[in-house]
C-alpha cells in the first residue's frame, strides 16, 4: 500500500512538473486593453513610517476573491522589492515579496524595515495567474523612516 501511494504521490509530481502554456491556455483570462492597476497611496517618493497602509486602485476591470472565475475580475497581489517581474505564464508565488489579497481587499496595512522600497500591483485572476495582458501598476518608491 506504502508503495503504492509513492507511486501515486511521484505521478502527480511528474504532472504538475508538466506545465507549460500550451495545456495551461485555458487558465488564463484576459484584461481589456485599457484596463489598469494603480497605487492610490502612498505616493511615488512619499516618506512613511514603518506600518503604513497602502490603497489599490483598478479601473476598467472588477475585484473579485480568489476561486471566483467571472470576466474582467481578479484580485491584487503587492510585489514589493522586486527587481523583476515575476513569471506571468504560472500561478504568483507565495512569499514575503509578493503579497496576495485573494479576499478581495483593496487596502493593506504592512510593515517594511526602514530604507528604500519599492512597490507595485498586479492583478491575478482566479488562480492566482496575471491576465493576458498583464495588469500591471507603475512602480513606486518609498522611503520608510523608524517613526
Known amino acids: ?53 497602502v490603497r489599490f486602485g483598478l479601473s476598467k476591470m472588477g475585484v473579485a476573491p480568489a476561486g471566483v472565475k467571472l470576466p474582467n475580475t481578479g484580485h491584487h497581489h503587492l510585489l514589493i522589492n522586486l527587481e523583476n517581474l515575476p513569471d506571468m505564464e504560472k500561478p504568483l508565488a ?3 515579496n509578493v503579497k496576495h489579497f485573494g479576499g478581495g481587499q483593496t487596502e493593506t496595512e504592512i510593515t517594511l524595515s526602514p530604507g528604500k522600497h519599492t512597490l507595485q500591483l498586479l492583478l491575478g485572476n482566479y488562480l492566482h495567474i496575471p491576465h493576458k495582458p498583464p495588469v500591471l501598476s507603475e512602480k513606486i518608491t518609498i522611503i520608510v523612516k523608524d517613526k
Do not use: C, H
Not at 501511494?5 to 505521478?11: H, V
Not at 500550451?22 to 511615488?44: Q, R
Open 1 to 53: 500500500m506504502i508503495r503504492m501511494s509513492r507511486i501515486s504521490f511521484l505521478f502527480f509530481i511528474v504532472m504538475a512538473m508538466s506545465w507549460n502554456a500550451a495545456s495551461a491556455e485555458g487558465y488564463f483570462s484576459k484584461s481589456p486593453p485599457d484596463a489598469k492597476a494603480y497605487i492610490i497611496s502612498p505616493e511615488d517618493g512619499q516618506i512613511v513610517g514603518k506600518t503604513f497602509t
Open 94 to 96: 507565495f512569499n514575503g
